[in-house]
């Protein structure tokens, strides 16, 4: 087998077999297929698209590239949930306590920020002493003791889409449906659980722009869980304004931790509630959607959820005491009010400059070594379609450094306004199984 008439092949928009997509994903892993043949088929890819069975057969390339997770040993049912990324989404912080808080088991693997997103593990090293490294012995006994886990990858899962993944940032290949498809899904494949929810982002915060598009990743992203037999479903949720109104580690953890004290801000405890029951009901937890909704209500309502987000804290080795006192997460020095200066209606909040303007107060990560600032971020205070008038406070933002009203202005710039009556987004746009 040649690589370049599998190039010329798919150019001329002919599906790969599966010995070829072996072939090319085997060849890059190991160094005997250069960048720059992967990089032409990678845009062949991206213009003449992969059917499904490539889409399955490159996911699989993938998965057996590197190591996978083995849960046989994890009694229960085993779940897990992915998002495509956004601003403000720190649902896993509220979620996998409030689910494993059900009766189901949740190992979970998570990653670092990614561009103008957050991730999961910088947020929870927002937290004193937790831990994100456990062995595999360590990490299954939690999720029996326990029902959940959260750890950084320690395994060399999908060697394969690590490379590839670097070598499309670099190529102007990433915004392809079946390449986004397989990479997520490799790694959600080689983490083992049975029952994966995916929430995909779209809006002006997010990889997909437009309903059309998160609906095909969806799909596809569907169909590939369920060839490896795992029962998936996948949200389409809104990211045209950040999630919540926390934006930044700390400020993300107290959201999640109000949220399941039963405070949250309404767009983020709804997210939060949809995503658990889609849990519940495919893992047969409960049998509609709305005898899970009643369950996950009550587990907040009775404790149970934030006892188990503190059970799960302390088993990582974080001092939880500041569930009971949020000073003691890293705080920022200064603290500024911003204002809307106008009277109308909020129209937009440019989720991926919020994102954007976190990232220059130093709360993301700018390169692999940069150092991120847990404690600064802001807070979306009016979202769209809220009335405000001159005084109302739109936004709040926390800096380590003092701020020029300049940079308090490029603030309020994210926002625009309307006279006119707004709709306010709908989050739920749609669901695909
Ligand atoms: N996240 C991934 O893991 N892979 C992609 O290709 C895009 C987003």
Request: with cysteine; proline share 2%.
């Amino acid at each position: 087998m040649r690589m370049v008439d599998l190039i010329i092949k798919k150019r001329e928009n002919k599906p790969l077999n599966e010995k070829e997509i072996n072939f090319f994903i085997q060849g890059y892993t190991n160094g005997e297929v250069p960048d720059y043949q992967i990089s032409s088929l990678l845009m062949a890819i991206c213009f003449q698209g992969m059917n499904e069975d490539e889409r399955y057969y490159l996911t699989k390339a993938m998965v057996e590239s590197g190591e996978t997770l083995d849960l046989t040993n994890v009694l229960g049912k085993t779940v897990d949930k992915h998002s495509t990324g956004g601003v403000g989404d720190k649902t896993t912080l509220a979620l996998a306590p409030l689910i494993a808080s059900c009766n189901v088991k949740l190992a979970k693997m998570s990653g670092r920020g990614l561009g103008h997103t957050g991730g999961t593990l910088d947020k929870l090293e927002a937290i004193s002493g937790f831990n994100i490294e456990l062995s595999d012995e360590e990490f299954i006994k939690q999720v029996n003791d326990l029902g959940i886990a959260i750890i950084g990858q320690t395994k060399d899962m999908c060697p394969a889409d690590k490379k590839l993944y670097a070598l499309r940032d670099v190529t102007g290949t990433v915004e392809s449906i079946p390449l986004i498809a397989s990479s997520i899904m490799s790694k959600k494949i080689a983490a083992g659980a049975k029952t994966i929810v995916l929430d995909v982002k779209v809006g002006s915060g997010a990889f997909m722009k437009d309903l059309a598009s998160a609906r095909k990743l969806s799909l596809a992203m569907v169909d590939i869980g369920k060839r490896f037999k795992r029962n998936v479903s996948a949200l389409i949720t809104n990211m045209d304004e950040p999630l919540g109104e926390a934006v930044g580690n700390s400020l993300e953890v107290i959201e999640a931790i109000e949220t399941l004290k039963g405070r949250g801000p309404k767009d983020f405890t709804e997210l939060v509630l949809n995503l658990g029951a889609h849990i519940l009901v495919n893992a047969k937890e409960a049998e509609t959607l709305n005898e899970a909704m009643g369950i996950l209500k009550n587990q907040i309502d009775n404790k149970q959820a934030l006892a188990k987000f503190k059970e799960f804290i302390k088993a990582q080795g974080g001092d939880f005491s500041f569930i009971d006192d949020y000073a003691k997460l890293p705080q920022a020095k200064y603290h500024y009010l911003v204002k809307a200066n106008t009277k109308g209606y909020v129209k937009a909040i440019n989720a991926l400059d919020v994102g954007n303007y976190c990232m220059k107060l130093g709360a993301g990560r700018q390169t692999k070594d940069s150092i991120i600032d847990l404690a600064v971020g802001v807070k979306i205070k009016r979202k769209i379609g809220d009335a405000v008038d001159h005084d109302t406070v739109i936004g709040e933002i926390y800096s380590n450094q003092e701020l020029p009203e300049i940079r308090i202005n490029e603030f309020r710039q994210i926002f625009s306004f309307s006279a006119e009556l707004v709709e306010r987004r709908q989050l739920i746009l749609d669901i695909v199984k």
